[in-house]
Structure formats: C-alpha cells, structure tokens
C-alpha cells in the first residue's frame, strides 16, 4: 500500500463529514487535505483508543519525535501519513508547529477532563480544531489574512458542535468538554453526566444547558462566516461545505431535543454528500 492509498482509507473508513468536501478538491490540494486530516485521526486515535493512560502519553511522545524528524533538513519520514503529506507540506505552508500543537492538544485529553470556564475550553479548542481549521484554509486556498481568523472561527463551532454531539460518548469515557461554570450556573451535576441515564439525565435543566450550548454554537458560525472575506469566498468552499454539514447535524441534535446521552447523532453518507453538493454549487 502506497502512502497516498493509506491516507486515502484512513480518511474514508472514518466516516467523517470532512470526507465529503474532499471530493470537491483538485488532486493535488486533495491529497494534502486528506494528509493531514490522516494525520489528525491518527493522533486523535491514540487518545480515543489506547486505554492505558501511560501507553497513550508514550504514543504521542512517539509522533512528535516523528514529527520533529520528518520536518529535519534531509530527513525522510517513515510514517506513511508522513510520507504522503510532507511533499505538499511547503506548497500549502505546512509547518511542523501545526502538527505538534495538534499532538499538544490530544495530550491534554489524557490529563485534563474538566474545563473550568469556557476561556480554558476555547484554549483547548485552539488546539484541536483552530489549527486544523488554519491548516485547512492554506491548503483550500487564501489570499487574505483574515481567512484566518475565519478559519480559527469555524474550526471553534465545529468543535462546540462536537462537544454538544458527544456529551454521552465522552461521559463514557469519563470527560465532560461542557465547562464547570456553565454546569455550575444551570445546575446540572457532573455525576449526572456521567451517569448517563436516559429517564432522568434528560432534566429540564439539562436541556436548558444544552440550548445555550448549541445556541454558542450557532451563533460561532455566524461569526465565523462574517469574516470570510469575498476574495476567497470561492476558494474556501470545501471548508464551508463541512461547515454546513456540522450545522445541520447541530439542527438535527437540537430537533430531537439533545438526545445526547445515550446515542450519537449523525447524518447519513447521502445526506452529507447533498449537503456538499449544494453548497458546491451555491457557493455558501
């Protein structure tokens, strides 16, 4: 298997929405996109599916050794990830500073479960989704600095979007990404959470967390796409693509009155692609 073809089943045996604005790309941009976003699940897997803390943290010690090699002056990666982003990574200004702090960003999830206020989960966020969002917007395309900013944005909504999708699946694992503040100020108890039983987790009170939750939400990606500037509208269209698909599945979590703890919402293959679809032909 070819680096190229390892990247490619990793980003399509995943299942994410990512995946469908992919197809979208031209070859080149989407070889780099599918790359990175490789390189993420890889990462990201370590926190998810290694159960031994200490092993995990070992892992991720590993991949920023890789990392740190790979970008050397004459070094040659041996990860496949590695070997099929690295080539792209100057034409799409990829830096080593973008993966680590990706990598930085999972090893928080191994020693943080709780976020006090809501300016320490955006500090996490950065990590895990601004970046990835900064990285996106270089290899889709910009002209203008404050694609940037817009990206940062976006990647903030879609993580909230995560977090809001996710307060069951977390919970399993023993995390609560809704900050302690806002748990504390609508009376909801982490026990509660962690609990995660259906007939009396679905509180009032729970609800009303929620809704300010996905309300945030919502009103991050009005704020992200207000600063999209015109000049790179076009360019960034994939990105706005996962954008709608996020959106809709947000729409989708808040119909169903945030379900969240005892199931994972998702849209079907056909209707992300749809999604996809329509906003590639409208532009927005």
């Known amino acids: 298997m070819t680096p190229e073809q390892y990247v490619q089943d990793k980003a399509a045996k995943s299942g994410s929405s990512f995946y469908y604005a992919f197809l979208f790309l031209p070859p080149q941009r989407r070889l780099a996109i599918t790359a990175f976003y490789a390189f993420c699940r890889e990462v990201d897997d370590v926190v998810d599916e290694v159960s031994d803390p200490s092993v995990a943290a070992a892992k991720l010690a590993w991949w920023k050794r890789e990392v740190q090699a790979a970008f050397s002056p004459g070094a040659a990666p041996g990860h496949p990830v590695l070997k099929a982003l690295l080539p792209l990574a100057p ?3 990829i830096r080593a500073e973008h993966l680590l702090a990706v990598i930085e960003g999972c090893e928080t999830d191994l020693t943080q479960t ?9 500090r996490y966020c950065h990590l895990v989704a601004g970046i990835v969002g900064e ?7 910009r002209s203008q600095d404050a694609t940037v900013a817009y990206a940062h ?8 979007t995560n977090i809001v999708r996710d307060v069951g699946e977390d919970a399993r694992r023993g995390r609560i990404y809704l ?16 609990k995660r039983d259906p007939p009396w987790g679905y509180s009032d009170r729970f609800q009303a967390l929620m809704r300010f939750q996905a309300e945030r939400a919502q009103a991050t990606y009005d704020e992200a796409f207000a600063l999209l500037p015109a000049a790179d509208r076009q360019a960034q269209k994939p990105g706005l693509m996962m954008a709608n698909i996020y959106r809709s599945l947000l729409g989708e979590i808040q119909s169903q009155d945030f379900q969240v703890l005892h199931q994972r919402t998702s849209l079907t293959p056909l209707r992300k692609l749809w999604i996809a679809a329509r906003t590639h032909l409208r532009g927005r």
């Open 91 to 93: 034409s799409f200004d």
């Open 114 to 122: 709780r976020f006090l206020d809501y300016a320490s989960l955006q």
């Open 135 to 141: 990285v996106a917007a270089n290899i889709f395309g």
């Open 153 to 160: 944005r976006l990647g903030l909504a879609m993580q909230l």
């Open 179 to 194: 900050p302690v503040a806002e748990l504390q100020r609508f009376d909801v108890k982490a026990h509660e959470l962690l």
